[in-house]
T-cell receptor
Framework: DARVTQTPRHKVTEMGQEVTMRCQPILGHNTVFWYRQTMMQGLELLAYFRNRAPLDDSGMPKDRFSAEMPDATLATLKIQPSEPRDSAVYFCASGGRNYEQYFGPGTRLTVT | AQSVTQLGSHVSVSEGALVLLRCNYSSSVPPYLFWYVQYPNQGLQLLLK??????LVKGINGFEAEFKKSETSFHLTKPSAHMSDAAEYFC???????????????FGQGTILTVHP
């Protein structure tokens, strides 16, 4: 049963620290999406890739967030420096043949 | 451009009653439509999808949705609610391969379904 995996599942860090979240998309999927979910803002698209190339990262604060796909099996989202307002659940999703997206379990980030 | 409106942020039903969650969409191209479910502390799970084949789509857990182009709607239904259906449900639309939005989904704000015994 193919699934998207994300690590870590939970992360607690202090303000100013670097945070790296990792995602392994489903093998064979060529699109990868990063979302952030909060109670106040709901589900927000941060960035997405097609064939490892960034297509759109307009939803991401550029000064502190960066997203990359070093290879087809790994996508990363980094926050440096982290701030309390970054506390949220971050989801990765990979795209199937009919444009459906399969979501990972998420990384719950708490910045104190 | 695509947009999705989910009517009702909260829906409450009794166990065994009909579930109806409403979704209306706007799309400049023939849409692909999806329903997702999110249980507490979990990721979004695909319930069903419409990809321009049959207008009545059956999904997992007894849910189905009907694509109505004339009404720009894609409402989700289940004949008999179960306690385990309590979750948040999201409707989403995709332009498919159109333009620079390749594969991008636009989500509704979500509807929280509560099921009473």
């Amino acid at each position: 049963d193919a699934r998207v995996t994300q690590t870590p599942r939970h992360k607690v860090t202090e303000m100013g620290q670097e945070v790296t979240m990792r995602c392994q998309p489903i093998l064979g999927h060529n699109t990868v999406f990063w979302y952030r979910q909060t109670m106040m803002q709901g589900l927000e698209l941060l960035a997405y890739f097609r064939n490892r190339a960034p297509l759109d990262d307009s939803g991401m604060p550029k000064d502190r967030f960066s997203a990359e796909m070093p290879d087809a099996t790994l996508a990363t989202l980094k926050i440096q420096p982290s701030e309390p307002r970054d506390s949220a659940v971050y989801f990765c999703a990979s795209g199937g043949r009919n444009y459906e997206q399969y979501f990972g379990p998420g990384t719950r980030l708490t910045v104190t | 451009a695509q947009s999705v409106t989910q009517l009702g942020s909260h829906v409450s039903v009794s166990e065994g009653a009909l579930v109806l969650l409403r979704c209306n969409y706007s799309s400049s191209v023939p849409p692909y439509l999806f329903w997702y479910v999110q249980y507490p502390n979990q990721g979004l799970q695909l319930l069903l999808k419409y990809t321009s084949a049959a207008t009545l789509v059956k999904g997992i857990n007894g849910f189905e949705a009907e694509f109505k182009k004339s009404e720009t709607s894609f409402h989700l239904t289940k004949p008999s609610a179960h306690m385990s259906d309590a979750a948040e449900y999201f409707c989403a639309v995709s332009a498919g391969a159109g333009g620079t939005s390749y594969g991008k989904l636009t989500f509704g704000q979500g509807t929280i379904l509560t099921v009473h015994p």
